[in-house]
């Protein structure tokens, strides 16, 4: 079956309106896979992951300042991507799949720098970090990674003062 514009559209449609993928691809008798594909840049709206930045985290100001030189001087910027193939059980076939995951990592074994990088991650963002071994933090929230990869490269060699400050 060929997917049109008035399909894609009854996709979002419903999709807005709450409805799994499973439940559109039975109402419209199409595959999963073709409602996951057409509706892939629209996010469910009751996924419980969409968490929005707060107001204060959209101005610059000193606290994010203060993340931003954390992170230069011991964070580095991590991009991974990997094809692999899987086979489904449920539907008895193989599949390509792609995944693709962005993060920023922080290390440091102080505790009260540790104490202070939460504090304002908290502040800035609203997002709550919890320390992995040896003191290491993941910030894999995408909104948070992207506006933070706004103003600056993370690494000991490669980040630079934003021109903007000039």
Same mark, same amino acid.
């Given at each position: 079956?060929?997917? &049109?514009?008035?399909?894609?559209?009854?996709?979002?449609?419903?999709?807005?309106?709450?409805?799994?993928?499973?439940?559109?691809?039975?109402?419209?008798?199409?595959?999963?896979?073709?409602?996951?594909?057409?509706?892939?840049?629209?996010?469910?709206?009751?996924?419980?992951?969409?968490?929005?930045?707060?107001?204060?985290?959209?101005?610059?100001?000193?606290?994010? #300042?203060?993340?931003?030189?954390?992170?230069?001087?011991?964070?580095?910027?991590?991009?991974?991507?990997?094809?692999?193939?899987?086979?489904?059980?449920?539907?008895?076939?193989? +599949?390509?799949?792609?995944?693709?995951? =962005?993060?920023?990592?922080?290390?440091? &074994?102080?505790?009260?720098?540790?104490?202070?990088?939460?504090?304002?991650? =908290?502040?800035?963002?609203? +997002?709550?970090?919890?320390? +992995?071994?040896?003191?290491?933090? +993941?910030?894999?929230?995408?909104?948070?990674?992207?506006?933070?990869?706004?103003? &600056?490269?993370?690494?000991?060699?490669?980040? #630079?003062?934003?021109?903007?400050?000039?």
């Amino acid at each position: 079956m060929r997917i &049109t514009e008035e399909i894609m559209k009854k996709i979002i449609d419903l999709k807005k309106h709450g409805l799994h993928i499973n439940e559109i691809s039975k109402k419209l008798g199409i595959s999963d896979r073709s409602v996951n594909k057409y509706s892939k840049h629209f996010p469910h709206p009751n996924r419980k992951s969409l968490i929005k930045l707060s107001k204060f985290s959209k101005k610059f100001s000193l606290e994010k #300042a203060e993340i931003l030189g954390y992170l230069c001087s011991e964070g580095n910027d991590n991009d991974f991507d990997k094809r692999y193939f899987i086979f489904d059980n449920r539907r008895g076939k193989s +599949y390509y799949m792609r995944s693709k995951k =962005n993060w920023i990592n922080f290390s440091n &074994t102080d505790k009260t720098l540790q104490g202070r990088f939460i504090y304002l991650m =908290n502040l800035v963002y609203n +997002y709550k970090l919890k320390p +992995y071994k040896k003191g290491s933090f +993941y910030i894999q929230r995408k909104k948070v990674v992207k506006d933070l990869r706004k103003y &600056t490269s993370f690494g000991s060699r490669k980040w #630079a003062v934003p021109k903007f400050f000039f």
